[in-house]
């Protein structure tokens, strides 16, 4: 296995379950090249977990999957870890080296931490209404925020509009790191065009966004959406506001006198 293809499993083992962190287990790490581990931590993706609970036995070629039960140490033994098998008579007490209870994890959030930093973002802000789902504002031309979405749900990708890349085509493998391919993500922003906006479909996107802000429960969603385009809340509140009817001529202002489906009076003799 090389590094680059514990990158892609760390990636797809986060996208199996995008609603709950990944974990590696020490006997896995242990089939990793050298230094993979410590790449992978170093970039931000994975980090130090709880211990596990259960293990797998390497008590017999069975292989069962048990829980590990730790008995406290005194001034005259240390602390021992063990495993008592319940499922064959002929099996004692089987001992369990303290460092296969390490672990290590990849969650959403980390994710998009290591994300947005790649990309000069600021922090990225989860979606309320979906757990796979993170906000990234980036600073584009003439000063304008682009927001990405980044949805770790079936392949971790990153998607502005109608156009989506996956990330592990944007992740690379080199000299035993983690790179962030800049330049392949630069082509990408420039085929999806130059992140300008017209109002109308700034409106429709803050709109949507609003909605689904209202029907995850968050009240404060002005401030929310403030965060995440880089606006003051009153711009937000302006954008959110209902366009206004262009005044027609004056003479459409004017109410008739005589409307048509109205009769008209006859003249006093």
């Known amino acids: 296995m090389t590094g680059e293809a514990v990158l892609h499993q760390v990636l797809e083992r986060l996208a199996c379950d ?24 170093d970039c931000g993706l994975l980090q130090q977990a709880t211990p596990a609970l259960v293990i797998e036995c390497h008590g017999c070629e069975a292989r069962c999957a048990m829980p590990v039960e ?10 021992r870890l063990r495993i008592i098998c319940d499922r064959r008579e002929d099996m004692g007490p089987i001992k369990v080296d303290p460092a296969r209870l390490e672990r290590w994890r990849i969650t959403g959030e980390a994710l998009a931490s290591a994300v947005a930093r790649w990309l000069g973002a600021r922090s990225p802000t989860q979606s309320p209404a979906r757990r796979d789902l993170w906000k990234l504002s980036v600073a584009g031309a003439e000063s304008r925020t682009r927001v990405l979405d980044l949805s770790t749900e079936g392949v971790p990708r990153l998607t502005i509009g109608d156009q989506s890349i996956e990330l592990r085509d944007l992740l690379e493998w080199k000299s035993g790191q983690v790179r962030f391919a800049s330049q392949r993500m630069k082509r990408f922003l420039q085929q999806v065009g130059d992140g300008k906006e017209t109002t109308e479909a700034r409106r429709a996107r803050v709109a949507a966004r609003k909605a689904e802000l209202i029907a995850a429960g968050d009240r404060s969603f ?48």
Do not use: H
């Open 18 to 41: 995008s609603t709950t962190d990944a974990f590696f287990s020490a006997d896995e790490v242990a089939d990793w090249p050298s230094g993979t581990l410590t790449a992978l931590i």
């Open 70 to 79: 730790v008995t406290a140490g005194d001034a005259v033994r240390p602390a």
């Open 222 to 269: 002005i401030k929310t959406i403030a965060a995440e385009e880089n606006l003051s809340e009153t711009r937000v509140k302006k954008l959110l506001e209902p366009p206004k009817r262009p005044v027609g001529s004056w003479g459409g202002l004017v109410a008739s006198s005589n409307p048509p489906d109205s009769p008209k009076k006859k003249a006093k003799s």
